[in-house]
């Protein structure tokens, strides 16, 4: 319950409008907001973990994370995996296939997903965020997880 309580106070609560607008800007104008929220982010940490080492790779790991488009190349890759022809319209009766059927590519390309956070532009935009931001915490919990438990 601690590890999720410093999570949800780094990264929501004192996360500011600053940090999180700018922290995927590109050089300068992006580390400086996204070593700040680190910062404020692993501060929330420290009553919890006795591990320099541990709280080097909470740091890091947020910092690239959230720097970096990563976790939207990471969710159009896993959605790579699906079966590339889906059935879209159409029916099948019985044995019989229905002409009617139109088959669609499913594996989007990423220059039509990366402006969609890494999902296909057939999604609507509130299933798009709550997907991203599930997937996110997911992400940090586990990295924050793995390196309180074993470093």
Known sequence: MEQLLAHFWGDFVLQSDWMALNKKKPGVQGWIPVLAHSLVYTLMFV????SWAAL???????????????????????????PKWIKRTGRVVGDDFDPNVIWTARNYPWRSCKNN????????????????IVIDNT??????YAAIRWL
């Open 47 to 50: 009553m919890l973990v006795h």
């Open 56 to 82: 080097a790779v909470i740091f890091v790991t947020h910092a690239v994370i959230d720097h970096y488009s990563f976790l939207s190349k990471f969710i159009w890759a896993r959605n790579c995996l699906a």
């Open 117 to 132: 956070l890494g999902f296909s532009p057939e999604r609507p935009d509130f299933l798009v965020w709550l997907i991203f």
């Open 139 to 144: 992400l940090h919990l586990t990295i924050n």
